[in-house]
């Protein structure tokens, strides 16, 4: 549901845009609203489940989800729906770390790797295939009111998940009762506070990231950038602050979760990964629709074969990561490359309306080294990670990836939109985002334009992919020498 609502109200924005009379600020504050707030709460949320028990805190977010979700859907002007938007982000903060901490919780060695893999399973799929929901339940609901079926479509999910989670999910006494007895003090343990002084700095260093990030296309001038130094030197405040409450108090976050590499670089990959994952629906969306004439559900259904090779391989990647390890995910980054790689000849020899038949198979290869990525990552971040601190490291870890989506989206649609507006300029036409948002259905104007832009868009994201495999190459590297080290004979 939380993941889902990332991808699904791209499609829907056309709709938006005729039923709510949305202005294009208005529509990028509908998206951007969303990543703020669910970024914002990630990390106090983690910590709130590690702290009161993450069955409780799974079902507040998961109940505010569902009530903010009905109220967007009943939006009677851009406003109203600005505020559900980002009051629904804060419940799916709420609600995520609380997964990852209680795989870590209830399960061990392979059989977390394949809890994680289905996991993983399930973000490939809602990210990628909400396009093609969005698409059917705005057919179904009309272009000026099918954007509210977006929305409305989580409340009866959030209706039967409750009572399932109430009844499902153990809490932490039934949880201490059911581990075995040397596991028991490691995971029964809860940090004590929940460190309002760090809840406070890491939440405006987030917000000082995302901020320009989210509103680069509607945020003119470079005034904005500065907000990034601001939100260094507040970040360098939490450090400190942290590493001070060490002595005294559990903190938000323990830094020494830093000195694992596996924990390090697996965030730094998660982060640089997102980076150009999320920016790739982003910009092919964009394209079909407002460059090909493409509707929401033919958008939706091009995505298609993404999303089934990440679903397929997140499972097969759950079960073999604590066998292979870090070479795993370096091989899905490999796929992901030469998957994108082939999008990238596809959309070249085939600008026009065939695109979605021509890049069908290189994105079924890129989502299936998209499965091998996520999941595995996940599960090898997290190895090394007290329980205790399973919520709140976890909440890091999705905030690397939120922001990493942020930088990913706001590097890659700048590129994007500086070539088709560099087109449009050239050839006497206009563009804008606000333009662009609107687009959907309708005879092309300028396909080869788009089509130029979206090499361009796409050629950043794989760069950005290759990055995140220098990342995991040199965690392979290191592995193998400190492996080869220890088997030297001494003496």
Not at 84 to 92: D, E, P, T
Request: charged share 10%; no cysteine.
């Amino acid at each position: 549901m939380t993941l889902l609502d990332v991808s699904i109200v791209n499609v829907a924005l056309p709709s938006l845009k005729a039923g709510l009379h949305a202005s294009p600020d208005d529509l990028q504050w509908v998206l951007s609203g969303y990543a703020l707030a669910f970024g914002l709460v990630l990390v106090p949320a983690g910590r709130l489940g590690d702290t009161h028990g993450r069955r409780a805190a799974f079902m507040i977010g998961l109940a505010a989800f569902t009530l903010t979700s009905a109220a967007a859907g009943v939006a009677t002007g851009p406003a109203w729906l600005v505020a559900a938007r980002f009051a629904q982000g804060l419940a799916s903060g709420i609600l995520n770390p609380q997964v990852a901490g209680l795989i870590q919780q209830l399960f061990q060695g392979r059989e977390r790797g394949r809890a994680f893999g289905l996991l993983g399973a399930v973000i490939g799929l809602s990210t990628a295939i909400g396009p093609l929901l969005g698409g059917l339940l705005i057919s179904a609901g009309g272009p000026t009111d099918g954007w509210r079926w977006v929305f409305y479509v989580n409340v009866p999910i959030g209706l039967v998940a409750l009572p399932a989670a109430y009844r499902l999910l153990p809490s932490h006494q039934e949880i201490g009762r059911h581990q075995p007895e040397q596991d028991r003090a490691a995971s029964g343990s809860r940090p004590t506070g929940l460190d309002p002084v760090g809840v406070v700095l890491l939440a405006i260093g987030v917000v000082l990231i995302l901020l320009p990030l989210v509103e680069e296309q509607q945020w003119h001038g470079s005034l904005k950038w500065l907000l990034l130094a601001a939100a260094a030197a507040v970040l360098a405040v939490f450090v400190l602050w942290e590493r001070r409450r060490e002595d005294r108090a559990d903190p938000l976050v323990d830094l020494k979760l830093f000195r694992f590499r596996s924990y390090s670089l697996g965030s730094a990959i998660a982060l640089v990964y997102f980076s150009g994952f999320t920016a790739i629906f982003f910009i092919f969306t964009l394209y079909v629709q407002a460059g090909l004439g493409y509707s929401a559900l033919l958008a939706g259904a091009a995505m298609t074969p993404f999303a089934v090779g990440s679903g397929v391989a997140s499972a097969l990647g759950g079960r073999v990561v604590t066998k292979l390890g870090r070479p795993l995910i370096a091989v899905g980054l490999v796929m992901v490359g030469l998957g994108l790689g082939g999008t990238l000849l596809a959309v070249h020899l085939v600008p026009g309306r065939g695109v979605g038949w021509a890049t069908a198979l290189p994105l079924a290869l890129a989502g299936l080294g998209s499965g091998l990525v996520i999941a595995p990552n996940q599960t090898i971040t997290l190895s090394e990670v007290p329980v205790r601190y399973a919520g709140s490291a976890a909440g890091v870890l999705q905030t690397a990836q939120r922001i990493g989506s942020a930088v990913g989206i706001a590097v890659v649609g700048s590129v994007f939109f500086a070539v088709v507006g560099a087109a449009a300029s050239n050839s006497g036409g206009s563009n804008s985002a606000g333009s662009s948002s609107g687009g959907g259905g309708g005879r092309p104007r300028d396909p080869g334009r788009w089509a130029d832009a979206f090499q361009h868009g796409l050629a950043v994201a794989i760069g950005l992919v290759v990055l995140a495999l220098l990342i995991a190459a040199y965690d392979v590297v290191a592995t193998y020498r400190k492996a080869e080290g220890s088997t030297e004979p001494t003496g």
